[in-house]
């Protein structure tokens, strides 16, 4: 059996954002993989641009690694009780190239953020709007890392057994999920 490549979309665009160090762990626990970490700097949606440009060749670039991942993992962090724009206008450009790179892709969704919650209402209003794209998102174990500027070592991993756990016990399900 090949190895599987998997997809992380991370919701922050800063470099050392807990969101991406939450994606690195999903895949070290994921593996063995060919990881891929997305690049959502993309323009922002806008009708004029895509009429007189067409859809950026960043937005084809992304939906062309949707589609070829065997699965996704998304992290969003949480702004104003919601995903970040960065995550949101990302899925609006994809819901602009021909097909749906998403149909039927097994994606398992994670949020780290600032507050107590964890980002729990930005995963639930993720969530939401991934229902268009018709994907097969894992329902659990939920990954709500709270505090999450405190939640990583100097080395990136998580310093918490019982957020590795669960973390594990999602991967394990998306990876038996992608058939691997």
């Known amino acids: 059996m090949s190895q599987p490549t998997l997809l992380g979309l991370s919701g922050s665009l800063r470099q050392n954002a807990t969101n991406r160090k939450l994606l690195r762990e999903a895949a070290r626990l994921f593996d063995p993989a060919s990881f891929v970490e997305a690049d959502l700097n993309l323009p922002l949606y806008d009708g004029d641009l895509e009429d007189g ?15 070829r991942a065997d699965a996704v993992i998304i992290s969003t962090p949480e702004y104003n009780k919601g995903p970040s724009g960065v995550l949101k206008n990302a899925l609006d450009w994809i819901s602009r190239t021909q097909g749906n790179p998403w149909a039927d892709k097994p994606v398992a969704v994670m949020s780290a953020a600032a507050g107590r919650a964890g980002g729990e209402r930005a995963q639930m209003i993720l969530r939401a709007c991934m229902v268009p794209f018709q994907p097969r998102i894992l329902q659990g174990p939920e990954i709500h890392l709270a505090n999450s500027s405190n939640e990583f070592d100097d080395q990136g991993k998580l310093r918490s057994d019982r957020y590795e756990k669960s973390l594990h016990d999602l991967m394990q399900k998306l990876r038996a999920e992608a058939g691997f």
């Open 53 to 67: 440009e067409g859809i950026p060749e960043a937005v084809h670039t992304l939906a062309n690694q949707i589609a």
